[in-house]
T-cell receptor, first 115, second 114 residues
Framework: AQSVTQLDSHVSVSEGTPVLLRCNYS??????LFWYVQHPNKGLQLLLK??????LVKGINGFEAEFKKSETSFHLTKPSAHMSDAAEYFC?????????????FGGGTRLMVKP | ETGVTQSPTHLIKTRGQQVTLRCSSQ?????VSWYQQALGQGPQFIFQ???????GRGNFPPRFSGLQFPNYSSELNVNALELDDSALYLC?????????????FGPGTRLTVL
């Protein structure tokens, strides 16, 4: 069984300040973890993925996440927010090395960026 | 390279009706998954099709059914629509032989049940 908890439903930051979106997971095996972003009226886009290689994962648009097994966390960070980062973000867990397997999504975090 | 496409974009139905949603997978992909995203929630896995057969199913009743065609496109059918079926339905495709688990999502079909 697997589950994901995104600890904040809404996060608001000012442009140019750091972003932290928190995610904790539960899994009975070593999981693969992802962050997806969803802009209004657009499909989900993969930001980054952890698949048991390096624990610090770099993604697109300056985002990165660190896999911490002891804390069962996979928090998403970005040093400096941009207005275009405003969107819904989803933390996702799945079984490793099993392409096409069921993705389990967290409830989402809406990121708002103030000018 | 053509991405995942879905049709229609929006749909309005009434309770008890039946609906069919369509998805064309990305070029080179042989696996299609369907997800339901209720307003304000994360997507939930409905089922997956590989080799024209259901390859896994989430916690959805049998009135949710699907098909996959030889060209890897797919349909999601929902019978006896209920108000709670109102949601964004997302289709995702991938290559089952890929080791990276990356699924590519379409823009979705927004279904409203009145």
């Amino acid at each position: 069984a697997q589950s994901v908890t995104q600890l904040d439903s809404h996060v608001s930051v000012s442009e140019g300040t750091p972003v932290l979106l928190r995610c904790n997971y539960s899994s009975s095996y070593s999981p693969s973890l992802f962050w997806y972003v969803q802009h209004p009226n657009k499909g989900l886009q993969l930001l980054l993925k952890y698949t048991s290689a390096a624990t610090l994962v770099k993604g697109i648009n300056g985002f990165e996440a660190e896999f911490k097994k002891s804390e069962t966390s996979f928090h998403l960070t970005k040093p400096s927010a941009h207005m275009s980062d405003a969107a819904e973000y989803f933390c996702v867990v799945t079984k490793p090395n099993n392409a096409g397997n069921m993705l389990t999504f967290g409830g989402g975090t809406r990121l708002m960026v103030k000018p | 390279e053509t991405g995942v496409t879905q049709s229609p974009t929006h749909l309005i139905k009434t309770r008890g009706q039946q609906v069919t949603l369509r998805c064309s997978s990305q070029s080179g992909h042989n696996t299609v998954s369907w997800y339901q995203q209720a307003l304000g929630q994360g997507p939930q896995f409905i089922f997956q099709y590989y080799g024209e057969e259901e390859n896994g199913r989430g916690n959805f009743p049998p009135r949710f059914s699907g098909l996959q065609f030889p060209n890897y496109s797919s349909e999601l059918n929902v019978n006896a629509l209920e108000l709670d079926d109102s949601a964004l339905y997302l289709c995702a495709s991938c290559n089952y032989r890929s080791s990276y688990n990356e699924q590519f999502f379409g823009p979705g079909t927004r279904l409203t049940v009145l």
